[in-house]
Nanobody
Framework: VQLQASGGGLVQPGGYLRLSCVAS????????MGWYRQPPGKQRELVAA???????NYGDSVKGRFTISRDNAKRTVYLQMNSLKPEDTATYYC?????????????WGQGTLVTVSS
């Protein structure tokens, strides 16, 4: 599966962005999907995941601020990011993964940069 992410950019603290990721496979509705991020100089971490049944899972640092969703008809997964903080600055990667915890990643998208700064 090929994953095409978009929606990154520069935003002020407290602002919001919505990332989108379109998958190439017609079996998208069967796939578990997620978002990882890699802050500058740090390791990648799970941001959020959504199973093919719609069950969601979030990293502790984004709970209550970020929302992952999917539109199977559009083969698209979204990440709505609200109340953004400077520490959310990172390259965000759309992934196809396995299961609720999304620890096994089967495919990575190309990444989209989010910068939170005044």
């Amino acid at each position: 599966v090929q994953l095409q992410a978009s929606g990154g950019g520069l935003v002020q603290p407290g602002g919001y962005l919505r990332l989108s990721c379109v998958a190439s496979r017609s079996i998208f509705n069967l796939l578990d999907m997620g978002w990882y991020r890699q802050p500058p100089g740090k390791q990648r971490e799970l941001v959020a995941a959504i199973t093919n049944g719609g069950t969601t899972n979030y990293g502790d640092s984004v709970k209550g601020r970020f929302t992952i969703s999917r539109d199977n008809a559009k083969r698209t997964v979204y990440l709505q990011m609200n109340s953004l903080k400077p520490e959310d600055t990172a390259t965000y990667y759309c992934v196809r993964c396995s299961g609720y915890e999304c620890q096994t990643v089967n495919a990575w998208g190309q990444g989209t940069l989010v910068t939170v700064s005044s």
